[in-house]
């Protein structure tokens, strides 16, 4: 089976839940629709499970591509000694302040080879995924597709265009695949469908519900 979740935000424990939930088996697949990271108590250890699953495929959130930059750079600053500039700073303190302290605080505790795991894995995410199951297409992304232009390839757009700008549910972006999207959480908090676009965060960083598709049944799961 093909399943799709969003925004794990570092819920280790929710994401395992899911996955007893689920049955999850070597047969399956599960696609995470970024934002691994931030806010939950445990994104390293989420990050090391998902790393170890050759059938778990992460596509990027705002908050891992945030988190890339940051932990890159306070990793260089670990190796030199050299004074972050105030401009980092500046960014590192907002980020911490919008969930991003108990992932620095998760990178810090690891020793070196596996804070470079870590880095190596969240400068590996996917953009996007497409994938096809009985006959029907989707598109995996994060938020959205700004500027959107279906005359556009998907590898002519910017990594900040699947992040930032939240998909339209009433928008029909392709007519023939369906846009599959997180970022922001469903009113309901279940998951919620378009007439091309389907919304699965439940909203998880605000004590929500984990919301999980399955893509060949339509049945959702929630923990």
């Known amino acids: 089976m093909t399943y799709v979740v969003s925004n794990l935000h570092g ?3 929710k994401y395992k839940a899911l996955l007893s939930e689920i049955s999850f088996k070597d047969s399956d697949i599960l696609y995470v629709l970024g934002d691994i990271v931030d806010y939950g108590d445990e994104p390293m250890e989420l990050i090391a499970d998902m790393s170890m699953r050759y059938n778990v495929y992460p596509i990027v959130g ?7 930059r940051m932990l890159q750079g306070f990793d260089n600053m670990l190796k030199s000694g050299d004074t972050p500039d105030p401009e980092y700073i500046a960014e590192m303190t907002e980020w911490m302040a919008e969930g991003g302290k108990v992932t620095l605080d998760g990178f810090r ?6 804070r470079e795991g870590v880095l190596d894995y ?9 994938v096809t199951v009985k006959g029907k297409t989707y598109l995996l992304v994060h938020a959205g597709i700004a ?8 590898d002519d757009y910017q990594p900040e265009d699947f992040i930032t700008e ?11 695949k369906t846009l599959i999207v997180g970022h922001v959480p469903t009113e309901s908090g279940k ?3 378009g007439e091309g676009v389907i919304a699965i965060d439940g909203g998880v ?3 929500g519900q984990l919301a999980c598709l399955c893509l060949e049944t339509g049945k959702e799961f929630y923990v």
């Open 205 to 207: 960083a605000e004590g």
């Open 109 to 114: 505790a690891l020793d070196e080879e596996m």
């Open 147 to 154: 500027d959107f232009d279906p005359d556009t390839d998907m």
């Open 166 to 176: 939240p998909a339209n549910l009433g928008t029909v972006y392709y007519e023939d």
């Open 62 to 68: 705002e908050h891992d591509y945030r988190a890339i």
């Open 11 to 13: 819920n280790y424990q």
């Open 191 to 193: 998951i919620e469908r």
């Open 122 to 130: 969240l400068s590996d995410l996917a953009l996007y995924e497409e």
